[in-house]
């Protein structure tokens, strides 16, 4: 088991769609693993092995974190507690970002269908306008 755990560690890293509460939950599991072993880590370790398995769109934060704050002091729920509001604000950027692109496409739809929104508008705008001019020749005509 133990072998098994400490490989774990070793090979932790964030997986595809999972949330950063599911990856720091799993985290907690194996270093809760491999304290029952008396296998100890340093917090700052734990700390930039946590960071370091962060997908490539977690970069700008990453960035950020490692420059606003000291590492060897940062604990861990506070990296993890930042970086679950990174991604709940990621998540509404998402969201705004779908949902503004819906409205933009169902607008377009929208306009695209409309009758006399296509070639066919110059044409019924040219069949009326020579019904116009014959209506004011017969007027004139009729005077």
Known sequence: MGVNVEAEYEAFK???NESINEMYSRFTL?????KLLGKLYPENDMVR???????????????AIQEAKDLNVLKLEELVGSLMIH????K???????????????????ASHEPGSSDNSDQD???R???????????????
């Open 87 to 90: 991604e709940i604000t990621m």
């Open 49 to 63: 092995k946590f960071l370091k398995f962060l997908p490539k769109r977690w970069e700008a934060k990453l960035t």
């Open 125 to 127: 705008i040219t069949l």
């Open 30 to 34: 194996i270093t809760n693993g491999l």
């Open 129 to 143: 306008t020579r019904k116009f001019k014959k209506f004011l020749q017969t007027e004139e005509m009729g005077k």
């Open 92 to 110: 509404i950027h998402d969201e705004e970002e779908t949902t503004s692109k819906k409205k933009f496409l169902a607008f377009k739809a929208e």
């Open 14 to 16: 964030m997986k595809k």
